[in-house]
């Protein structure tokens, strides 16, 4: 089974940052890579998905970069309403399978 | 709009069964694949089966498999989730989430999820 791993479970950043989550995949996944955001009592909303591409409705600050095993997300311009958990998602193979979540605090 | 409602968690004695459902509405539900998904209070996401537009293709994860069954209503627009020897571990909020993509696998639209507690 692929394996998730983001590196930080949380960060802390001020409002206008530019934020960088990672997230590491076990082995070569292409780019079969989505990023999901969560808040605090609600289900996960895409954000990108195929690596980089930018869901519909989804802010333009968010972009997602990486192919094969390293992938990031990038917040340019941490807004109030971005402080969230952060997942990723592997879709290359079943068992499908999230990172651990990278949760962006106020600094 | 798409609309997914999940449905049937609750609190539930350990050895337990249930069977939770989702119905689905605003798009063609029997083109679509479908992925149910659980996380436990405070703790992460955990991918937990899919099942292909007709059935015919399920996939779980090492975790729940043969204890869980995931099954599809096309005609009623329904998906369901039925767990027996239900464990602690079960504890979770599920989630009815869609797959989109030709060429790809996205999971695109979540419910809002149901929780279930297993709790003697």
């Known amino acids: 089974a692929i394996q998730m791993t983001q590196s930080s479970s949380s960060l802390s950043a001020s409002i206008g940052d530019r934020v960088t989550i990672p997230c590491r995949a076990s082995q070569d996944i292409d780019r079969a890579l989505s990023w999901y955001q969560q808040r605090p009592g609600t289900a996960p909303k895409l954000l990108i998905f195929?690596?980089?591409h930018l869901h519909s409705g989804v802010p333009s600050r968010f972009s997602g970069s990486g192919s094969g095993t390293d992938f990031t997300l990038t917040i340019s311009g941490l807004q109030p309403e971005d402080f969230a958990t952060y997942f990723c998602l592997q879709t290359s193979d079943y068992p499908l399978s999230f990172g651990g979540g990278t949760t962006v605090e106020i600094k | 709009e798409v609309q997914l409602v999940e449905s049937g968690g609750g609190l539930v004695k350990p050895g337990g069964s249930l069977r939770l459902s989702c119905a689905a509405s605003?798009?063609?539900?029997?083109?679509?694949?479908m992925n149910w998904v659980r996380q436990a209070p405070g703790k992460g996401l955990e991918w937990v089966a899919s099942i292909s537009w007709d059935g015919e293709y399920i996939s779980y994860a090492d975790s729940v498999k043969g204890r869980l069954t995931i099954s599809r209503d096309n005609a009623k627009n329904s998906l369901f989730l039925s767990i027996n020897s239900l464990r602690a571990e079960d504890t979770a909020t599920y989630y009815c989430?869609?797959?989109?993509?030709?060429?790809?696998?996205?999971?695109?639209?979540w419910g809002q999820g149901t929780l279930l507690t297993v709790s003697s």
């Open positions: 195929a690596a980089s």
């Open positions: 605003g798009f063609s539900f029997n083109d679509y694949i």
């Open positions: 989430v869609r797959v989109v993509g030709s060429g790809r696998y996205i999971l695109d639209h």
